[in-house]
């Protein structure tokens, strides 16, 4: 599986130490955004950068950090076909993988630690969509994107 990774200045650590970890396990991880320390990047440029890269399947899924995660969340969902979850522990991006069919995972580097954000992504990128009436759900998410895409 493939993951893209982006950051603003608040979580350049986290992203770094994230992604040696997930590639330690075998994953593919691309890095969306030049950032170096010392330097500033506003969210909503790598939320997009990795948004639009899983919507056009270079990737299979996405990472996104952010001080406290949720503005990289906002702006991620602002792509259409973009179902990022905002995550804090590891029961919610265990279930938001098997019934949200989220493709984008957001965290905040000033609200988790590093441990607790390897434990989340344990989860999130271990588990599988489930269908079903889950999927009948994502759909309706979809057809809100749909009608308010062709206003
Ligand atoms: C940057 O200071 C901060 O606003 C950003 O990392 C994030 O928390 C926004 O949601």
């Known amino acids: 599986m493939m ?5 603003d200045h608040a979580a350049i650590e986290m992203k770094a130490e994230l992604m040696q970890y997930m590639s330690g ?3 593919e991880c691309i890095d969306y955004d030049p950032i170096k320390p010392g330097e500033k990047m506003d969210y909503p440029i790598a939320a997009r950068a990795v948004a639009e890269a899983v919507k ?20 991620a969902n602002k792509v259409p076909g973009i179902r990022a979850a905002h ?9 938001t993988a098997m019934h949200n069919d989220a493709n984008i995972i957001t965290m ?10 390897k434990m989340i992504l344990d989860e999130f990128f271990g588990a599988c969509f489930e269908g079903g009436r889950h999927q009948n759900r994502v759909d309706l998410i979809t057809q809100i994107e749909e009608d308010y895409c062709r206003i």
């Open 87 to 95: 995550c804090s522990e590891p029961y919610s991006a265990r279930l």
């Open 56 to 75: 056009a399947g270079e990737v299979d899924k996405g990472v996104l950090l952010c001080g406290t995660g949720i503005g990289m969340c906002i702006a």
């Open 3 to 7: 993951i893209g990774f982006g950051c």
């Open 108 to 117: 905040g580097a000033r609200v988790v630690g590093i441990e607790l954000a």
């Open 25 to 27: 396990k075998g994953y």
